[in-house]
């Protein structure tokens, strides 16, 4: 058996019971450090939630070790795990939920098709806590990531899908790039993997890139006064979450990863009313 | 302190840790029946899980007594609940993540504006545990509820909104009616309050009601040939996921509450590849 199971978004404490349980009974537990920020090497930021929380996981809460799968062990000794997977019971843990990110649902693809059997612990993802800041969950219309730009590759279709979604009313998810464990370009040409330091992108570099796409289309799908949410460390005891104007959100300091913002679109009252509550005041630059 | 506790999909071991921890300093803990369908005199279907549910909570995890607050206490008496927080911790728990729905938005409003800190943990809910089926979460579109329809009330807004959802290619979550309590209009006109048995729409007549719809109006928004994904007891231990087209899922008997569908866009392959396994046979109307 192969259980897929989500940590939350938060610490770990935000492990299930049923998902603490799993893990207990399984022979092997391995936690994914692939499409999740809080992951290691980010202590050039004094970052190292992850390697915190699997620490604890891994001494008080669990009583065995963890095996860290990062980016290349999940792609390419995927069949090793769920070899493992058909004659014990391995866990596999994912920060928030598991189904947040393509990778694992081609982990359970790939798990069905040698028959093992899978069992998922859902928990919270960044898709659904963001309705703390008082939006609507069923008024956002589809998702967008923004890359970061380079000198040479600056992708703008986001743009179409926020102007759609803004026309419709409907408030706009934006899901901001994670840089974790890329093998530098240059290393890959010398035939030997080193890795770029870790990126994760800030609130205030996703705002300048929406407004110079804004800029260069000039369709007002948004503009600099445009209020949206700004959100840091959802989920966490010292989460942030701010909303304002684009240009008010370019000066306010969301601090540490993981950031992801919201374009509001049209807002019932009680929406409304809750935003107030995370609002700058006017001409105010910070929370 | 106000904690709103997302009790997640399942049952009384979808609580997290964190969730288990406020609970245990909480002086008083209210579980709410208003939301959620997994409520108090569903027992003509021979289902008394939430009832279940919260003696487990009570006995074994908790400790200590909870108090259920169905709809109008929830609604009525919010402010005593809340005055209670003002001075000692109150746990306000939830089925789902907090945010599901627009009651407890509501609730945060008036505990901010009484002053009264509030905690959320989150947990997962049905908008994000659908992830489960392989199709991508940011791949939705606008999120739409169907209501039951009566002889004389057929509101059919959500068209539009499957319409514009899938000429984008994107998948639509369909919301399915859930009737608690409700007062009937017969003891209204009485004077005195009386309820409705508990509903909930199944599949089948969501897809009648779509179908309805679709023949009414007769734009192609989607067809009996449409590919849609039926969900019974999302994150429960026995849930059903079956994929197949509208005439298909009509057949299929999808068991108790609670349901819901997706009504299914473009697919990418690794999409495909998970729907495939959830699919019927061609011709066969069983999963």
């Known amino acids: 058996m192969l259980y897929i199971i989500g940590l939350g978004l938060g610490d770990e404490k935000d492990i299930t019971l049923r998902g603490l349980e799993a893990v207990q009974k399984s022979q092997k537990v391995?936690?994914?450090?692939?499409?999740?920020?809080?992951?290691?090497?980010i202590s050039s930021?004094?970052?190292?939630?992850?390697?915190?929380?699997?620490?604890?996981?891994?001494?008080k809460l669990y009583g065995k070790s963890i095996t860290v799968a990062d980016?290349?062990?999940?792609?390419?000794?995927?069949?090793?795990?769920?070899?493992?997977?058909?004659?014990?019971?391995?866990?596999?843990?994912?920060?928030?939920d598991p189904f947040g990110a393509t990778t694992h649902t081609d982990l359970v693809v790939r798990a069905k098709k040698l028959g093992v059997d899978?069992?998922?612990?859902h928990n919270a993802s960044v898709m659904n806590a963001i309705g703390v800041c008082g939006l609507q969950?069923?008024?956002?219309?589809?998702?967008?990531?923004?890359?970061?730009?380079?000198?040479?590759?600056?992708?703008?279709?986001?743009?179409e899908?926020?102007?759609?979604?803004?026309?419709?009313?409907?408030?706009?998810?934006?899901?901001?790039?994670?840089?974790?464990?890329?093998?530098?370009l240059e290393s890959l040409c010398r035939g030997k993997k080193q890795y770029e330091p870790p990126r994760f992108m800030a609130v205030s570099v996703a705002i300048e890139q929406l407004l110079e796409v804004e800029q260069m289309r000039g369709e007002n799908a948004y503009t600099e006064d445009t209020t949206c949410v700004g959100f840091a460390r959802l989920g966490s005891e010292d989460q942030l979450?701010?909303?304002?104007?684009?240009?008010?959100?370019?000066?306010?300091d969301f601090g540490l990863p993981l950031h992801c913002l919201v374009?509001?679109?049209?807002?019932?009252?009680?929406?409304?009313?809750?935003?107030?509550?995370y609002k700058l005041a006017k001409n105010q630059g910070q929370a």
């Not at 190292?48 to 699997?54: A, N, R, V």
């Not at 792609?75 to 994912?94: G, N, P, Q, R, Y």
């Not at 979450?241 to 959100?249: E, F, I, N, P, R």
Request: proline share 3%; net charge negative; with cysteine.
């Open 30 to 41: 391995f936690i994914e450090a692939y499409t999740s920020l809080l992951s290691f090497g």
């Open 45 to 59: 930021d004094g970052l190292s939630t992850l390697k915190e929380m699997y620490n604890l996981l891994q001494e």
């Open 71 to 96: 980016r290349e062990m999940v792609e390419e000794k995927a069949d090793d795990i769920l070899l493992e997977a058909t004659s014990s019971d391995v866990a596999f843990l994912v920060v928030g």
């Open 118 to 121: 899978v069992k998922v612990v």
């Open 137 to 159: 969950l069923y008024r956002y219309g589809e998702t967008v990531s923004l890359p970061f730009f380079t000198d040479t590759w600056r992708p703008d279709s986001f743009y």
């Open 161 to 184: 899908k926020i102007q759609r979604n803004r026309k419709l009313g409907l408030h706009t998810l934006c899901l901001l790039d994670i840089r974790v464990k890329e093998p530098s």
């Open 241 to 252: 979450v701010v909303a304002g104007s684009m240009k008010q959100l370019l000066e306010v």
């Open 263 to 277: 374009i509001v679109g049209d807002t019932h009252p009680v929406e409304e009313e809750m935003l107030d509550f």
